[in-house]
């Protein structure tokens, strides 16, 4: 009953062993992608009026896709990444008249940063920042910005290079002014807030 005892005890230490060194991230370069829901930011009443943009503030603001596409490279605890963001959100009363909807697509790289807390564990919390550049379309017309990304989440290690993930992220591209098709102006801080899930491959070792 002993040995039995003592053999069950050196199974579960090697069965534990296991666990945690493939709870260990593999470090190296990787691949990416991310899904989410996006919602724009409408402006107040204070924004708008100072801007003279009453148009934007009677738009409707709507929710749409988001989705994330990088590479990049892992260390212990700082990843660095090239990304490819696209947006897509409806506004209505954005054109000719109230009743109308439009979309509003902004597209565009960027280069990322993020820090990963406690890598030795299967679930890691992360902040990360990014310098991009957008190019937003609203009707026949595109404006091309410099932007700012923010992000935030928590990573599971399925694998040692396979993770899942779930974050929130906001981009913003600032004033952002497009001339309709009416001819008016129609202008608004683009500040997306997605939330959405993310699949990280590890090719590291």
Known sequence: MRSSFFCSAWVLTAL????????????GFYAAGSAAIGQLTAPDSGEAAAARDFPALQADFGS????????????????LE??????KNSIGGAGA???DTDEV??????VNVAYQFFPERRWHPYL?????????DLQSTSESKVSLQG??????????????GAGLQLISAGNTQFNKNTGNEFAFDYT???YGLNLRYNFGS
């Open 16 to 27: 534990s062993a296991t666990i945690v060194a493939e709870a260990a991230q593999a470090e």
């Open 64 to 79: 749409g896709g988001v989705f994330n596409l990088a590479a990049g490279y892992a260390g212990d605890q700082i990843r």
């Open 82 to 87: 090239l990304a490819y963001v696209g947006l």
């Open 97 to 99: 008249t109230t009743a």
């Open 105 to 110: 697509t902004a597209t565009g790289p960027f």
């Open 128 to 136: 990360g920042a990014g310098l991009g550049y957008l190019k937003i």
């Open 151 to 164: 992000s935030l989440g928590v990573e599971y290690d399925i694998f040692k290079r396979l993770s899942v």
């Open 192 to 194: 997306n807030t997605s």
